[in-house]
């Protein structure tokens, strides 16, 4: 994935993957309600990831549906963050989460699966 998500894409790509497919219309309204944003922002937003190629739009309605999962971008953005910050390393990152908070037995366990299961 060679486009970058910014913040307000993903605040609209979020509404996107819960009611997919939705109008604009009602992408516009769900997002006056809880981020507070104008209908022009946000079909500006939805403009912008049509063009990147996140999401397809259909008419009648300006149906938007998700061309890219949520699974996708968390990949591709841990990655970038991981080589940009940590220079690559993922030690490096999980080194950093680990510092300041405790980890559960539980979260223990989870992550040593994930780990084992690789």
């Not at 009602?26 to 500006?44: E, Q, V």
């Not at 968390?74 to 963050?81: D, G, H, I, M, P």
């Not at 940009?84 to 539980?106: C, I, Q, W």
């Amino acid at each position: 994935m060679r486009e970058k998500l910014y913040d307000s894409e993903a605040k609209v790509m979020e509404i996107i993957w819960a009611k997919s497919p939705i109008s604009a219309k009602d992408i516009s309204l769900i997002a006056a309600d809880t981020i507070g944003w104008n209908k022009n922002t946000t079909y500006t937003v939805i403009k912008k990831l049509e063009a990147k190629g996140f999401i397809h739009r259909e008419d009648p309605g300006f149906v938007c549906t998700p061309l890219v999962s949520q699974g996708q971008i968390r990949k591709a953005e841990a990655t970038s963050l991981v080589k940009k910050v940590f220079g690559g390393s993922r030690k490096a990152l999980f080194s950093a989460l680990l510092e300041d908070e405790p980890l559960t037995e539980e979260e223990i366990n989870e992550l040593r699966e994930l780990i084992d299961n690789r």
